[in-house]
């Protein structure tokens, strides 16, 4: 019962969006009265569509469009709580990698010895600053100027400037071994994962991530996606390690999510590119529904990626 009651809000949430933009657009004259209900449903408080119906209104009658907008947005002198963040809606797979990492971090016992490979910036290092912390890279990306993914880099503290496949350590040197969003700017993935397993001590963990899809970015450097369950499977075994965990960050509907509101923020970036209604449905309204139907809808083959913790079992 509770999924239909879901889906028949939406349904309605999705009419109501087509009548009330429609009308807009047309300038079909509305009566407050009778549209801030079906805005008031439709939007939440939201004033990307309400500020397109109110330039309509305001065209004939300036009165209408303010009573409009405050029935729609509420006194400002007492507006309702802040919406939801969109940047953690939108960006969710950071948020939660992040989140993982920082619990991992925190079940680390005092001094342990970890390994940040392919650390780039060290932005995890603070959560680290109870162990013995050391950082890898090969230190050669400089940042993206061109692109929709463009992006300033500035290197941390990096204690091995070297191939990720060839680190001067002896085996079995850490307790813990990181590797977040690396092996897709590795030329050997698989090489890789063998030289960070070398590394790690007999019981120690590793702790993964790498995109099953994503944009191209840090270019050029970027040569591998798709790194799917199965991938750490086979590899992980090969290498003499067992997962301990595999957890898929989000599923379908967060990742078009994601994507819709970066087509919206692309679109929205062009000349005469879309109409504020237009923009509203992408960058807000369709990635809310979509991220929050998703809590009954997983479908985690179409994830953005994985989170792996595996263990280095003892050599028999």
């Known amino acids: 019962m509770k999924k239909m009651m879901s889906k028949m809000a939406a349904s309605v949430q999705r009419l109501l969006l087509k009548v009330v933009t429609y009308s807009a657009e047309r300038g079909v004259r509305m009566q407050p009265e ?41 006194d400002p002198g007492n507006r309702a709580a802040a919406r939801e963040d969109m940047d953690q809606l939108i960006n969710f797979s950071a948020y939660w990698r992040d989140d993982w990492v920082a619990r991992k971090a925190a079940e680390m016992p005092m001094g342990a010895r970890v390994l940040d490979a392919g650390a780039g910036q060290c932005r995890y290092k603070p959560l680290f600053a109870h162990t013995a912390y050391k950082a890898q890279d090969f230190a050669q990306y400089q940042g993206s100027v061109d692109g929709p993914l463009r992006e300033t880099w500035d290197y941390g503290a990096i204690d091995y400037v070297c191939d990720i496949t060839n680190i001067p350590v002896d ?12 092996l897709e700017h590795v030329p050997d993935p698989i090489s890789a994962l063998r030289e960070l397993v070398r590394v790690t001590t007999s019981g120690g963990r590793l702790l993964l991530t790498a995109p099953l899809g994503s944009g191209i970015h840090q270019e050029p450097y970027h040569f591998y996606g798709g790194f799917s369950p199965y991938f750490y499977e086979r590899y992980l075994a090969d290498f003499g390690c067992e997962i301990v965990e595999i957890k898929p960050l989000g599923g379908l509907l967060r990742h078009v999510a994601q994507e819709v509101h970066r087509a919206g923020r692309t679109l929205t970036e062009l000349q005469n590119g879309v109409t504020p209604a237009q923009s509203y449905v992408l960058m807000d309204w369709l990635p809310r529904l979509l991220s929050q139907a998703e809590n009954d809808c997983l479908i985690e083959q179409f994830t953005v990626g994985y989170m792996v913790e595996a263990r280095k079992l003892p050599i028999a």
């Open 34 to 74: 009778d549209v801030v209900p079906l805005l008031a449903t439709l939007v939440k408080a939201q004033p990307g569509l309400a500020a397109s119906v109110g330039q309509q209104l305001a065209s004939d009658d300036a009165g209408q469009a303010q009573a409009l907008l405050q029935g729609v947005l509420g």
């Open 171 to 182: 085996t079995g040197v850490f307790d813990v071994v990181l590797c977040t969003e690396v």
